[in-house]
């Protein structure tokens, strides 16, 4: 199974500042020369909701405030500028191989 | 406007087998694969297995075979998922969603919170 490890578990950013959120995965997400790497946003009380897909792909609607990057297996969501609607946990999630994985989440709060 | 409708809540005893549904709408069913994810109060997701309306195979994560059956009613555009013998490691929230074919999830159910109690 791939295996994504978010990090941090918790991140507290000041507004209008810039947040970075990082998920490694164990192997390869890559088919095609796409990385099938997508990201969400769940809001407290909330479902979850696509922001990024392919890796840096936004999804309708979403500013480009949120950004999608990939270096070497490792995956980071930025959010720049950070606004107070932001709060809320981010995961990300592989889609190449059964069983499709998610990371295990990092909870944005505003400083 | 795509929308996926689930069934409420459930209250099982341990052991016991409960069903949960998901009603699509504003697209046609049995053109997108439907998954069900299971996320525990922990906040971890859990990808569950999916199922393709248009020929009924489904595809379940090992860890849910046994545990999870999927099924479908392509008459209603409703997939069901029944979640059997169940303990209270099973209380969670249940989504239903639906993917592309780059694997990710573009519509989400409002989910269904399955509680496990005698």
């Known amino acids: 199974n791939i295996v994504l490890t978010q990090s941090p578990a918790s991140l507290a950013v000041i507004l209008g500042q810039k947040a970075t959120i990082s998920c490694t995965a164990s192997?390869?997400?890559?088919?095609?020369?796409?990385?099938?790497m997508h990201w969400y946003q769940q809001k407290p009380g909330q479902l979850p909701k696509i922001l990024i897909y392919?890796?840096?792909s936004r999804a309708p609607g979403i500013p480009a405030r949120f950004s999608g990057d990939e270096a070497e297996l490792n995956f980071t969501l930025t959010i720049e500028p950070v606004e107070a609607d932001d709060v809320a946990t981010y995961y990300c999630?592989?889609?190449?191989?059964?069983?499709?994985?998610f990371g295990s989440g990092t909870k944005l709060e505003i400083k | 406007q795509v929308q996926l409708q689930q069934s409420g809540a459930e209250l099982a005893k341990p052991g016991s087998s409960v069903k949960i549904s998901c009603k699509a709408s504003?697209?046609?069913?049995?053109?997108?694969?439907m998954h069900w994810i299971k996320q525990t109060t922990g906040q971890a997701l859990e990808w569950t297995g999916y199922?393709?309306?248009?020929?009924?195979?489904?595809k379940y994560n090992e860890k849910f075979k046994g545990k999870a059956t999927l099924t479908v009613d392509k008459s209603s555009s409703t997939a069901y998922m029944q979640l059997s013998s169940l303990t209270p490691v099973d209380t969670a929230v249940y989504y239903c969603?639906?993917?592309?074919?780059?694997?990710?999830?573009?519509?989400w159910g409002q989910g269904v919170m399955v509680t496990v109690s005698s």
């Open positions: 999630q592989q889609g190449l191989t059964f069983p499709l994985t």
């Open positions: 504003g697209y046609t069913f049995t053109s997108y694969a």
């Open positions: 192997e390869s997400v890559n088919k095609f020369g796409i990385n099938l």
């Open positions: 969603a639906r993917s592309t074919a780059w694997g990710y999830f573009d519509y």
């Open positions: 392919n890796e840096f």
């Open positions: 199922i393709a309306p248009g020929s009924g195979g489904t």
